[in-house]
């Protein structure tokens, strides 16, 4: 009986208490930097697309909601025909940033993606792409990757030697 | 004005006021549980969100009015109209203030305490009805918790009836004139408080409805209309045994300075807050501790109460 009447006195002085909501619309709740929110495509800093379609989100994805088709330019550089999120099935898991190795799909601190229409969930290529290179400024995998494309031969990426002349003699 | 329609002005307005009242404590105890437990409670709709009750009730009307194929048709119509009908029918008995209240019985009291027994039938054919297992568990509990809370309810208020000397409610706030029953009579308040609670089945002794165990207890097959009887039962309860406590203990519409009707409404909200400052404050007890309260707690505290209170009136009455 005590304890029910000192009980019932600790929760009438809670009426002196902050509030702990936070009244959403109007105010904005902090968002973490590594929150996992609406997926984007990024673009390297020379401006074109990182994505090189090698399918490994696809793979990764538990709820398989990434579709995409890979093609190439006239440079035998890579680039997905189209690619294609279904918001309303993803469950941002964040495990298509992980098995990205360029860098080029990131999951972004917006999470206010409401729609009326659940095919408006269905983002394409176009929505997904952004203009900037998103959390890796400086990152350009053509321009560190030893691969031979347009423009750029083998050894002359960043941190690279020439390639050895397998013809000369001399070490 | 003539009588009939002073008599009519008294009957409709005590009905709707009741029934406004009911309905907006919905939104009262939503916000007043929100303040309490640190949070807002229903704030958008409207001015401070007062608009939410037309929200809920165009809600609750618009729902499908379903009746399981599996119940029995009749008794679960029936069930939910007769808590709400007994409930309003025995707040025609309550005095709010000189001249307004409905009727004037000279057993208003007793009026009071038949009415509020009535409303066990409702819980219990509602779970039968329902031919679900929560349902009859809900119906059962019920049955057991508002027949054992009953008995030292009414024996709880036989002190106030000894020192009054009247079952007339009127005639018992005139009593307490001097000094509010509460004071001489505080265990039965206190065990008056704890019926009450349980008689309504608010928390924390719900244990006819207890959400976590039961699902939602005797009204688990209702929806809709007939579910909305039910909740506008259970608020006029609570308005009503808040009204009983201030009629009994606190002195009615007694007080200085304002007019009857505002210390009446006072007091009234006062205790309604209080219910449900418990309400956000308290566990429900196990089953069986609240039977073994009732029983080993209430029951004999009540009886040396009215022992007590009678040998002391019999010790002050002057011999003849």
Known sequence: MWSSIRTAWTIFLHMFRRRVTIQYPEEKPYIPPRWRGRIILSRDPDGGERCVACYLCAVACPVDCISLQATEDEHGRRYPEFFRINFSRCIFCGYCEEACPTYAIQLTNDFEMGEYDRQNLVYEKEDLLIDGPGKYPEYNFYRVAGLAIGGKDKGEAENEAPPVDLKRLLP | ?320
């Open chain 2, 1 to 320: 004005m003539t009588p009939i329609a002073l008599g009519l002005a008294n009957v409709f307005g005590v009905l709707v006021i009741v029934l406004a009242v009911a309905a907006l404590l919905i939104w009262v105890e939503r916000r007043l549980l929100g303040l309490w437990q640190d949070r807002y409670g229903p704030n958008r709709v409207g001015p401070f969100g007062l608009l939410q009750v037309v929200a809920d009730m165009i809600k609750i009307f618009m729902k499908e009015d379903w009746v399981p194929p599996f119940a029995d048709k009749a008794v679960l119509v029936l069930a939910p109209q007769i808590i709400a009908i007994v409930t309003l029918v025995a707040f025609a008995v309550v005095p709010i203030a000189p001249g307004i209240g409905v009727v004037n019985l000279n057993i208003g009291l007793l009026f009071f305490l038949a009415m509020s027994s009535l409303g066990v039938y409702s819980l219990a054919l509602g779970g039968w009805a329902s031919n679900s297992k929560y349902s009859l568990l809900g119906g059962f509990r019920a049955a057991a918790q508002l027949l054992s809370y009953e008995v030292f309810m009414g024996l709880s208020l036989m002190g106030v009836v000894m020192l009054a000397g009247t079952f007339d409610l009127r005639a018992i706030v005139e009593a307490q004139r001097h000094l509010w029953f509460i004071v001489p009579q505080f265990v039965g308040f206190v065990v008056f408080t704890i019926a009450g609670i349980a008689e309504m089945r608010r928390l924390p002794f719900d244990l006819p409805e207890a959400d976590a165990e039961l699902v939602a207890g005797f009204h688990t097959e209702y929806s809709g209309f007939k579910f909305g009887l039910f909740f506008v039962g259970e608020y006029i309860g609570l308005v009503l045994i808040c009204a009983m406590i201030v009629t009994l203990f606190l002195g009615g519409w007694l007080g200085p300075w304002l007019p009857p009707v505002v210390w009446f409404v006072v007091k009234t909200a006062v205790l309604i807050a209080f219910f449900i400052l418990l309400r956000a404050a308290l566990p429900r007890p196990r089953y069986d501790q609240l039977m073994a309260y009732g029983w080993k707690v209430m029951l004999p505290l009540a009886l040396v109460n009215l022992a007590v209170t009678g040998a002391i009136v019999v010790a002050r009455a002057p011999a003849h």
